[in-house]
Each structure stands twice: as C-alpha cells, then as structure tokens.
C-alpha cells in the first residue's frame, strides 16, 4: 500500500507559478510511474505530466513547455514528486492530484494509476 500526500496549491494570478509536491509512504515491489493529474469541476480527470517506471516524462500538450515534473531520486523507487508551474492560465484550475501507478503506466488515463492522494487545489484568476 502507498500513501501520498500532496501540498503547494493555492491562488495565483495568471502568469504566475506554483510549485506542487508529493511525499509518498509504502513500499512497491514493482517500479512505480508516478505523476500529477488534475480535474476541473464537472471535466474527467487528466494526466498533466508524468515519470514513468524508466524515468522518463510526459506532457499533455496543453502544459507543455510551461510545467516541469521531477523527482528526488532516480527511477524505479518511489520519491518525492514535483510539478513546478509557471506561466499559469485560468484554464489550469482544478484540483491537482498526485498518482502511482505499478509498472510503465506512462501517460495513461487516470484508471491505469492504483494510488491517490487526496489533491490540491490549484486556482488561477485572470
């Protein structure tokens, strides 16, 4: 069992930045993806960006170039998690989620990710 534990959003006006982390407790025996997802009020929950189980990264496309994932260690163990934002948009509100998934999950929908924190709520106002 993995518990995560998710701090950083807040409000923020547009064209500013927030910087999300993720401290998980547990233990996997199989290497973890680990990555951020996030829903707005009546929208499904979308992967952001992800670190699959090779260490290498995603974006939606809709993020990139403006957010960042990293994480303290290397891949195949769980770490603490980071998403920095900068250059906000109104259209990034929602609650932000930190997610494991078991195995090379990559950038896959929010079904294939077996932990979850309980979010942080990121608000951008224009």
């Known amino acids: 069992v993995v518990d995560l534990v998710e701090s950083g959003g807040g409000s923020v006006q547009a064209g500013g930045s927030l910087r999300l982390s993720c401290r998980p407790s547990?233990?996997?025996?199989?290497?973890?993806?680990m990555g951020w997802f996030r829903q707005a009020p009546g929208k499904e929950r979308e992967a952001v960006a992800v670190?699959?189980?090779?260490?290498?990264?995603?974006?939606?496309d809709s993020v990139k170039g403006r957010f960042i994932i990293s994480k303290d260690n290397a891949a195949k163990t769980l770490s603490n998690l980071y998403l920095q934002m900068n250059s906000l948009k109104s259209e990034d509100t929602a609650m932000y989620y930190c997610?494991?998934?078991?195995?090379?999950?990559?950038?896959?929908?929010?079904?294939?990710?077996?932990?979850w924190g309980q979010g942080t709520q990121v608000t951008v106002s224009s």
């Open positions: 670190i699959d189980s090779e260490g290498f990264t995603f974006y939606d």
């Open positions: 547990g233990f996997m025996y199989s290497s973890p993806s």
């Open positions: 997610a494991v998934g078991i195995g090379n999950v990559g950038l896959s929908p929010a079904r294939m990710y077996t932990y």
